[in-house]
């Protein structure tokens, strides 16, 4: 275990010394958070009929949970890239764990995550988003969140160690990410959607993960209309059992994610290098 933990640590300061010598990683990964709050906060807010300060207390939980599920996107193109470039077959040569490289590169990306997270809660703050509940629910909802990113992470490595080239990362998550982040309970409240949507938003772990950070930052009844109470509000948005339960649903989720591709990932790593 000393072993693993070791070179995992490793493979992390490797990754993290990359963004630092590379700064144009950093800087792309700060800008789209902000361009996202902005853009949404203020084109779809303009749609509300007076009600924009509301939305843009709504939206921020879905602009966290859509940007922490893209941002583990970036484990995917940094093993795709690691492979085309042979630096795995480099690590190949060491005496390190074979699971010690997918270990510190999914690590590593929780810091881009967490640098995204800081940078679109002071985006959010400067435009009127307020945390309405205390500060130990605001961090279960961070943990929430970065949990969340984390088992994404391992998908996009399996991803990333069956592609030929990093650009076909992105062709590949966004087929699957785009519809599931939009047809949720992100941008706009899943129970006005039609029937069908209604129905998967209900049960998509994404909207899960959306209501308990919203829940937990306090902004659940931030559309309601005027005269409506806030348990009127969480009745209509808690429509399905998921909903109900959403940080359970959302750590079983989390958990299922990572039973499975912890293992798979690890052993497609094993035959990668064998190649």
Same mark, same amino acid.
């Given at each position: 275990?000393?072993?693993?933990?070791?070179?995992?640590?490793?493979?992390?300061?490797?990754?993290?010394?990359?963004?630092? $010598?590379?700064?144009?990683?950093?800087?792309?990964?700060?800008?789209?958070?902000?361009?996202? &709050?902005?853009?949404?906060?203020? &084109?779809?807010?303009?749609?509300? @009929?007076?009600?924009? @300060?509301?939305?843009?207390?709504?939206?921020?939980?879905?602009?966290? !949970? @859509?940007?922490?599920?893209?941002?583990?996107?970036?484990?995917?193109?940094?093993?795709?890239?690691?492979?085309?470039?042979?630096?795995?077959?480099?690590?190949?040569?060491?005496?390190?764990?074979?699971?010690?490289?997918?270990?510190?590169?999914?690590?590593?990306?929780?810091?881009?995550?967490?640098?995204?997270?800081?940078?679109?809660?002071?985006?959010?703050?400067?435009?009127?988003? $307020?945390?309405?509940?205390?500060?130990?629910?605001?961090?279960?909802?961070?943990?929430?969140?970065?949990?969340?990113?984390?088992?994404?992470?391992?998908?996009?490595?399996?991803?990333?160690?069956?592609?030929?080239?990093?650009?076909?990362?992105?062709?590949?998550?966004?087929?699957?990410?785009?519809?599931?982040?939009?047809?949720?309970?992100?941008?706009?409240?899943?129970?006005? %959607?039609?029937?069908?949507?209604?129905?998967?938003?209900?049960?998509?772990?994404?909207?899960?993960?959306?209501?308990?950070?919203?829940?937990?930052?306090?902004?659940?009844? !931030?559309?309601?209309?005027?005269?409506?109470?806030?348990?009127?509000? $969480?009745?209509? !948005?808690?429509?399905?059992?998921?909903? @109900?339960?959403?940080?359970?649903?959302?750590?079983?989720?989390?958990?299922?994610?990572?039973?499975?591709?912890?293992?798979?990932?690890?052993?497609?790593?094993? $035959?990668?290098? %064998?190649?």
């Amino acid at each position: 275990m000393n072993h693993v933990l070791t070179d995992s640590w490793t493979i992390v300061r490797r990754n993290v010394i990359k963004l630092r $010598r590379v700064p144009d990683l950093l800087v792309f990964t700060t800008l789209q958070p902000i361009m996202f &709050v902005l853009l949404f906060g203020f &084109v779809f807010g303009a749609l509300t @009929q007076g009600n924009s @300060q509301g939305y843009r207390e709504f939206l921020m939980a879905g602009i966290f !949970a @859509q940007t922490v599920v893209f941002g583990g996107t970036f484990t995917g193109f940094g093993m795709a890239e690691d492979m085309q470039k042979g630096v795995i077959d480099r690590f190949r040569t060491l005496p390190m764990h074979p699971g010690a490289v997918l270990i510190g590169r999914t690590l590593s990306d929780v810091v881009n995550n967490v640098i995204s997270l800081l940078v679109m809660g002071l985006t959010g703050l400067l435009i009127g988003w $307020r945390i309405r509940d205390g500060l130990l629910d605001a961090l279960v909802a961070a943990g929430l969140l970065l949990l969340f990113s984390y088992a994404i992470s391992w998908i996009m490595a399996w991803v990333g160690l069956k592609v030929r080239t990093p650009e076909v990362v992105g062709n590949a998550s966004f087929i699957i990410i785009f519809p599931l982040t939009f047809i949720a309970n992100t941008f706009v409240p899943a129970e006005q %959607l039609p029937s069908a949507l209604k129905t998967f938003a209900g049960w998509n772990p994404i909207s899960t993960l959306t209501h308990a950070v919203r829940d937990n930052f306090g902004n659940l009844d !931030a559309l309601a209309a005027q005269g409506t109470s806030g348990q009127a509000a $969480r009745q209509a !948005a808690e429509y399905t059992w998921a909903l @109900q339960h959403a940080e359970i649903y959302t750590l079983g989720w989390i958990l299922l994610i990572l039973v499975v591709a912890v293992p798979v990932s690890i052993r497609s790593y094993q $035959r990668a290098v %064998l190649r």
